[in-house]
């Protein structure tokens, strides 16, 4: 298959690199890591250690798939310029937040919309070079009828991307938020590795229950978000979480996409997520201060 990776950061890089393995991968990322990849290919060190070489220049053909791996406030503007320059294909996320398929769907279409999360620990390193430091599932579904979706995981299966196919995919995006709202702003907060917060279990169980409370309301049952997140704090205990990487790097977050996300719509339901609700308070706070 011929793949895209838009958005080529940490994840985007991972999954374009492991991909370029079996299939034609063109990474789409910033100017200063793909040079560095153009020049000396993409470094991954840790629980992958390789170096690979997709392409990073565009020879003007056709793509089957193209995988989205922006931040989630930047999918609307990432999809303009994408179909602007590539055209119409199946889109695949990878990203974190509960609105990015719907988004989606509205440049390509509900049978070319592909939802997906997975579990893998990505650290960007420095220009041209990522670090491996968690492995995990990743899972696919179309939003609507689509027969590609088989195709990609067979795909990524043969690459060593270990996926799975949910003919419930909203619900998965669903638990993998409810995971990210724990994981990714208890550790912005207490500024560690995943693997600390074993110690706050308590608080991680509130939080989760909240989530889930609210995936209720919308439809989606789900109870087992608590032990999936300490599942994945075991797994990716030496992992930095995406959005500490992101106020480290003094960058904006995705806090709006997901504990504000879950916040807003249990608003809409006449109820509060209080949990959700000062998470995010205090991580736009610190992006303010850029801490």
């Known amino acids: 298959m011929k793949f895209i990776v838009y958005g080529a950061g940490a994840l985007g890089s991972l999954f374009g690199g492991l991909l370029s393995r079996c299939h034609n991968v063109l990474l789409i990322g910033r100017e200063e890591h793909i040079n560095a990849i153009f020049k000396h290919g993409l470094k991954i060190e840790g629980i992958t250690n390789e170096i690979f070489y997709p392409n990073v220049e565009w020879d003007g053909s056709n793509y089957d798939l193209m995988i989205l791996t922006v931040k989630a406030y930047d999918t609307e503007k990432a999809m303009e310029q994408a179909i602007k320059k590539f055209g119409v294909m199946p889109v695949l996320s990878l990203q974190n937040?509960?609105?990015?398929?719907?988004?989606?769907?509205?440049?390509?279409?509900?049978?070319?919309?592909?939802g997906g999360v997975t579990s893998h620990g990505v650290t960007f390193i420095s220009p041209g070079k990522i670090r491996h430091a968690g492995k995990g599932v990743t899972i696919i579904g179309g939003i609507g009828k689509n027969e590609i979706v088989e195709n990609i995981a067979n795909a990524f299966n043969e690459c060593g991307i270990e996926t799975k196919v949910s003919k419930n995919i909203k619900k998965e995006i669903w638990r993998k938020t409810i995971i990210n709202s724990a994981i990714n702003s208890l550790t912005t907060i207490l500024k560690c590795k995943n693997g600390e917060l074993i110690k706050y279990e308590n608080l991680i169980k509130k939080i989760c229950?909240?989530?889930?409370?609210?995936?209720?309301?919308?439809?989606?049952?789900?109870?087992?978000?608590?032990?999936?997140?300490?599942?994945?704090?075991?797994n990716t205990k030496n992992n930095y979480?995406?959005?500490?990487?992101?106020?480290?790097?003094?960058?904006?977050?995705?806090?709006?996409?997901?504990n504000g996300e879950i916040s807003r719509i249990a608003e809409l339901h006449g109820i509060h997520a209080c949990y959700n609700s000062v998470l995010t308070e205090i991580i736009k706070e610190m992006e303010n201060v850029g801490t």
Not at 97 to 114: A, H, M, P, Q, Y
Not at 241 to 258: G, H, V
């Open 97 to 114: 937040g509960l609105r990015n398929e719907d988004i989606i769907e509205k440049f390509v279409g509900r049978e070319n919309t592909i």
């Open 209 to 234: 229950s909240e989530g889930m409370e609210v995936a209720k309301i919308e439809g989606y049952s789900i109870n087992d978000a608590f032990e999936k997140t300490m599942h994945v704090i075991t």
């Open 241 to 258: 979480s995406s959005m500490l990487q992101d106020i480290m790097n003094k960058k904006r977050t995705e806090i709006n996409e997901i």
